[in-house]
Structures are given as C-alpha cells and as structure tokens.
C-alpha cells in the first residue's frame, strides 16, 4: 500500500464554522478573505487625488531646467575636485623629490665639511701665524670682557668705557 502525502480529516464544527472547507495539503489558506478582496470594489478617487498623482507623474519644465542646472553645478564641482586632487598630488610629489634632493645635498655638505675639518692642521696654522706674519698672543690689558645684556653685538667707538 502506497502512503500519500495527505491528511486525514473529518467534520468537525469547527471546519463548518470555517465554511466547510478543507485542505489537504501543508499550507492552509484562508478563502474568504481571498473572496473579500475580490468582492470589495475599489474605492474611486477624488478629483484633487487624481490631480495630484497626475502632477507627481509628470514634471513641469522649470523642474527639469532646475535639475540640469544641479547637475551641471555638482559635475563642475566634482571636475574641479578631482583637478585639485590631481594638483596636490603633484605638488606632493615634487616636494618628496625636492626634500630628498635637500637631504642629498645636506649630506654632500657635511662629508665636504668634515672631509676639510679634518685636513687642517692647526700647528701649522700657529707656525704661519706667529713665524711669518709676526701675530702675538692676546696681553693682559687687551682682553676685555662684557656681559651681553639684551643685544647680540657689541660695537666699540673708541678708546674710553
């Protein structure tokens, strides 16, 4: 005996308070309301409801000018945006390019500065300095010594103070 799928039902009131129907599958519907639906005649709209959607439906000329004009704004700004963007990019690079090139440049300088600060000998430089040219160490009356207040120099006019 081959089994189905369907359920056994009987009678019962409460399937006749139902209207009697029975369903022998696993989703149960509800008719009436279906037939309610059906049944019921749609309302007719009113003058000014149908003037409404009519207007909503369609758009008047000036809307689209409005629209185009927006849209032309916005593509205007996004264009320069995006010119802007490319610009700053540009710019940032060329600034990387001059800050290595600085940084290069720097390095260069102190091996050259070092390279120089290395190959004087200051001895010789004494021995020129008293030998041929006759210089003499400072005397004690020829140092004078002052306190730098608020300036960064000090000029001397003549003999006195």
Known sequence: MAQTN????????RGQARGGFYVYDNTARDLRVQRQME???????????RKNRDKARHMSFGY???LAAALCVCAA??????????ELTTM?????GQESLLNSMRLENDEAYNRIVSSIDLEEIKRIAIGELGMTYAG?????????VGN????K???GN
């Open 64 to 66: 689209v000018v409005f």
């Open 92 to 96: 940032t690079r060329h600034v990387a």
């Open 6 to 13: 369907r359920k056994r039902t009987s009678h019962t009131n």
């Open 140 to 148: 004690e009356g020829q140092i004078i010594t002052y306190s730098g």
């Open 77 to 86: 700004i996004l264009i320069n945006y995006v010119q802007l963007q490319a």
């Open 152 to 155: 960064d120099y000090m000029r």
């Open 157 to 159: 006019v003549g003999e």
């Open 39 to 49: 049944e019921e005649p749609r309302r007719k709209l009113s003058h000014e409801a």
